[in-house]
């Protein structure tokens, strides 16, 4: 039995160094990756209730010749550490986009822009003022920029949580991404300068009827109410859902029934045909 537990170590130990070593291989397959600027950038609208309009866009990370999404790369990224230098390059890329499409389109452009943040670049003590210096080398206005952060990534409060409360201070804003999927959600609320949670689409998917989902839905529309937060619907795919979520209170949705994540020439287009309408 000594022996066997023994073996069962010896086989895990492995089985880590595995995961290990795949990570450094993919790791430094992204370094090289970000070097030869393979990256791409989409976007995806987010639609006010129930017009549809596109109010803002959430930054959303493409490797286009790897044919491995971001739920895929970014989690060995976080792990590696190249998500320092990737965060960055996507924050600034993005950053550059929005005064872009502002110099072009002026009032039609998007209101705001949603960047991801992770865990590991909110601990680099030098984050806010990489936030701060882009805003201003860019010149855009630091209430249109979103940082979209996991519950996960501040519920630990220590260095992270101090750098969202500097981020905020700056006058960016600040969204809680996939709410309702980590752990002490709502004790968080008290402690997390959050202006607007985006609820998870696993609430959205199930919505329909007397679900548990449309309970916990509408439980969370009424939280971001008494609060003061904005919420925004996730992964909305069918009118019904966009409706109920109407119903519910919902002013804010995203999803591929409003679009999908789209690359920049077809957002270009979006807003040159709605400023023609
Ligand atoms: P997320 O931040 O929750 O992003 C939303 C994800 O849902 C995106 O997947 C988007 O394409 C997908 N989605 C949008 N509408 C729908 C819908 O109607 N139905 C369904 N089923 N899915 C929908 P994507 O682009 O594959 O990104 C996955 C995750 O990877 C993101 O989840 C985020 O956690 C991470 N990620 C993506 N881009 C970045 C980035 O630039 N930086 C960081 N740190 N993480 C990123
Ligand atoms: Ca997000
Ligand atoms: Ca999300
Ligand atoms: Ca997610």
Redesign the pocket.
């Known amino acids: 039995a000594k022996d066997a537990g023994k073996g069962r170590f010896a086989v895990y130990d492995a089985a880590l160094e595995r995961t290990h070593e795949a990570d450094q291989r993919l790791g430094a397959d992204l370094r090289r990756a970000l070097d030869a600027g393979e990256f791409t950038?989409?976007y995806?609208p987010i639609a006010s209730l129930p017009d549809g309009a596109w109010t803002g866009l959430?930054?959303?990370?493409?490797w286009p010749q790897a044919k491995i999404?971001?739920?895929t790369f970014?989690p060995v990224?976080?792990r590696t550490g190249l998500?320092v230098p990737?965060?960055s390059w996507?924050m600034r890329t993005a950053l550059a986009q929005l005064a872009a499409w502002e110099a072009e389109f002026g009032d039609d452009a998007p209101r705001h822009l949603g960047?991801?943040?992770?865990a590991r670049?909110l601990r680099e003590p030098g984050f806010a003022g990489e936030v701060r210096d882009a805003l201003i080398e860019f010149g855009v206005r630091p209430d249109r920029f979103v940082v979209?952060v996991?519950e996960t990534a501040v519920f630990d409060g220590g260095v992270a949580l101090d750098t969202l409360v500097a981020i905020k201070a700056l006058g960016v804003r600040v969204a809680l991404?996939?709410f309702g999927t980590g752990h002490s959600s709502l004790g968080l609320l008290r402690t997390v300068p959050a202006d607007s949670l985006?609820v998870?689409?696993s609430f959205v998917a199930g919505i329909g009827g007397a679900s548990e989902e449309a309970v916990i839905a509408s439980a969370m529309i009424q939280i971001t109410e008494g609060l003061h937060l904005g919420a925004v619907a996730?992964?909305?795919?069918t009118a019904a859902q966009a409706e109920t979520l109407y119903e519910l209170g919902y002013r804010f949705a995203?999803?591929?029934?409003f679009s999908?994540?789209l690359p920049p020439a077809e957002v270009r287009s979006h807003l040159a045909g709605s400023r023609l309408a």
């Open positions: 950038l989409a995806q959430e930054t959303l990370v493409r999404g971001p739920d970014i990224a976080e998500i990737l965060g996507i960047v991801n943040v992770s670049q979209e996991t991404d996939d985006k998870d689409k996730e992964g909305v795919e995203q999803g591929y029934h999908r994540p």
